[in-house]
């Protein structure tokens, strides 16, 4: 299945898990649309100061590749900085919630996968 940035769904999501400002989710796929266990396939646009704030992964894992951009990730203990090209893997109970600290937009490839 091949779909264009045109037939994705698109959402505005203001204060994301308690965080600051807008962020942006294109859908790649549904969930329903991926025959494995898959609740997100997107990718998040933060701008400039926007975050989502830090909240657990239970039961699932997600993967944050970032494309664009820089920002601080926070995994509720520590604060590091993340740029384009790195991958952050939180699953298994751990937090994390990511804010933009760049002069230009943070977009983050993001899937979560559901554990059985």
């Given at each position: 299945?091949?779909?264009?940035p045109?037939?994705?769904?698109?959402?505005?999501?203001?204060?994301?898990?308690?965080?600051?400002g807008?962020?942006?989710?294109?859908?790649?796929?549904?969930?329903?649309?991926?025959?494995?266990?898959?609740?997100?396939?997107?990718?998040?646009t933060?701008p400039?100061?926007?975050?989502?704030g830090?909240?657990?992964h239970?039961?699932?894992?997600?993967?944050?590749?970032?494309?664009k951009?820089?920002?601080v990730?926070?995994d509720?203990?520590?604060?590091?900085p993340?740029a384009?090209?790195d991958?952050i893997?939180?699953g298994?109970?751990e937090?994390?919630?990511?804010?933009?600290?760049?002069?230009?937009?943070?977009e983050?490839?993001?899937?979560?996968?559901?554990?059985?």
């Amino acid at each position: 299945m091949i779909r264009t940035p045109a037939d994705m769904m698109t959402e505005v999501r203001e204060n994301m898990r308690s965080g600051a400002g807008q962020v942006t989710i294109q859908h790649f796929f549904k969930a329903d649309e991926i025959r494995a266990r898959t609740r997100l396939c997107a990718r998040l646009t933060l701008p400039p100061g926007a975050s989502i704030g830090t909240h657990p992964h239970e039961r699932e894992d997600e993967v944050f590749v970032v494309v664009k951009g820089a920002g601080v990730l926070d995994d509720g203990q520590t604060e590091t900085p993340v740029a384009e090209g790195d991958a952050i893997l939180t699953g298994n109970g751990e937090s994390h919630g990511i804010r933009n600290t760049g002069d230009e937009d943070l977009e983050i490839i993001a899937v979560i996968m559901l554990y059985q």
